[in-house]
């Protein structure tokens, strides 16, 4: 029998005479898995718990780590969603996802119902947005996140998981991985302060609402990967979501200050 995983399939071969081949590669499926999430871990804690040099580079050198391992350890192009079928598809919903959020955003800026949610403090001016969109957004976090998740997470879970358990798994990793950087959530956002307040009990409620809220994220993310088979789309919208959000901010400030 071959002793290679089938790509994407949770259900190893099993001829006559190799239980013990199966097993073993069962049991190093599950073992990268752990390594991954471990390697996630560490991370997210160096990445917002060490020194402000580490907080930038942490992420994307962890991804290509990420990457690389699990590139030895057998997992294809395709499995990482890096594979050239694909770009195509996932260049068209990239573009679909990024249309869409834009349109949101938009209108979520313009409604003075929702305008107080997008005036976080770090993008209060147009210059820091533009550099926080362009520049530090899609290469500190939405290309090594996605890498990351959908891409080494996503690859590595599918070989001991159905979509469903994939989905779920990666969602909720997905969400815990914010818990850090939502610590000083509502302090910084005036919207989010009125409505949790201030002190401990605003913290743990920002934090839960963000865990929550990214969590969905990743759903929407994993799903947009599995559909399009490229990375493409998830890190579009991620991009879109957080890059968007950042010149919105900027823009609904700025109106605030001039008005």
Known sequence: MSTRLASGNPHFSRSKGSPVLTTTKSTGAF???AVVVVVLVCTNLIAHFTTVWASLGAVPVAALVLVALTRRRGLG?????????QLRTGALYALGAVGLVVSVVAIGAALPMT???FMADRYATIS???IASM???PLQTAIPEELAFRGVLHGTLSRVYSFRGVAMAGSLLFGLWH???SLGLTASNRGLSSIFGGGTTGQVAGIGCAVVATAAAGFVFTWLRRRSGSLLAPIALHWSLNGAGALAAAVVWHASVTS
């Open 135 to 137: 520049i530090v957004i």
């Open 128 to 130: 820091g947005a533009l």
């Open 179 to 181: 818990i850090a950087s």
């Open 77 to 85: 192009w395709e499995e990482l969603g890096l594979g050239r079928r």
């Open 31 to 33: 073992v990268d898995v």
């Open 115 to 117: 305008r107080p949610m």
